[in-house]
């Protein structure tokens, strides 16, 4: 999974960079509204965490923006405290949810965890598929309850591949979800990650669909 971080404080920006990291997430970083704005508008997002009082541009124009050309990744503003207002004009320019300054960074990870759910389509915080099971909250994954030990690759690719059961993925999709903006990318390498994922998983969940992608279902759901 792919977030973008609008942030113009520095600090705040690394703090949250470095624990969706940790978390699992790809993130790419932007410093003021325009940038932050062309990233969102020109690269594919799970979701973006988008400050409302950027330089350049304000966090309200760019979420307007985003909404106005099309872009649907959810987005979770920060706002000062205690500034009601802000937190009403976020939402309304098309802004999913909001936190508002000081905050826990676990309650932003939480939060981002709910948006790329509902974005998917799911309610859980654990997502199934046969004897998988996906928990999002610990950034862990079992198959028939024993746990799987995944390279950080493999996760993401198994997390975007869960989020989006039956749902055929092409690998370019994968790619731009799975790396930043700055990772030399090669759609060759999913292939590879496919296939280790398949002989770990040990259950054939992952369809290969010819010329178009991959698709994971439960076998029961195979026509």
């Not at 207002?85 to 098309?94: E, L, Y």
């Not at 981002?112 to 859980?124: D, E, K, M, N, P």
């Not at 099971?133 to 030990?149: C, E, F, I, N």
Request: proline share 3%; aromatic share 6%; hydrophobic share 40%.
């Amino acid at each position: 999974m792919r977030i973008l971080v609008v942030e113009d404080d520095v600090n705040l920006s690394r703090q949250l960079t470095d624990a969706l990291k940790e978390a699992g997430y790809v993130v790419d970083q932007a410093f003021d509204g325009e940038e932050g704005h062309f990233l969102g508008d020109t690269e594919p997002y799970d979701a973006a965490i988008l400050d409302i009082g950027l330089p350049v541009m304000d966090g309200i124009s760019v979420v307007e923006k985003w909404r106005t050309d099309g872009r649907r990744m959810p987005v979770l503003m920060l706002t000062a405290r205690d500034r009601w207002s802000d937190k009403v004009a976020g939402i309304d320019a098309g802004a999913d949810d909001y936190v508002a300054k000081p905050f826990h960074v676990e309650e932003v990870l939480a939060r981002v965890r709910a948006l790329i759910r509902r974005a998917a389509g799911h309610a859980s915080s654990e997502l199934i598929c046969g004897p998988v099971r996906l928990d999002t909250k610990a950034s862990k994954a079992s198959v028939d309850g024993m746990p799987l030990k995944l390279t950080s690759h493999e996760f993401r690719l198994l997390s975007y591949l869960m989020h989006h059961m039956g749902q055929v993925v092409s690998r370019t999709e994968l790619v731009e979800h799975m790396y930043d903006q700055d990772f030399d990318r090669d759609s060759n390498t999913i292939e590879v990650f496919i296939g280790r994922l398949r002989k770990k998983l040990g259950v054939d969940l992952i369809e290969t669909v010819r010329g178009l992608g991959y698709r994971m279902q439960a076998p029961t759901d195979v026509s």
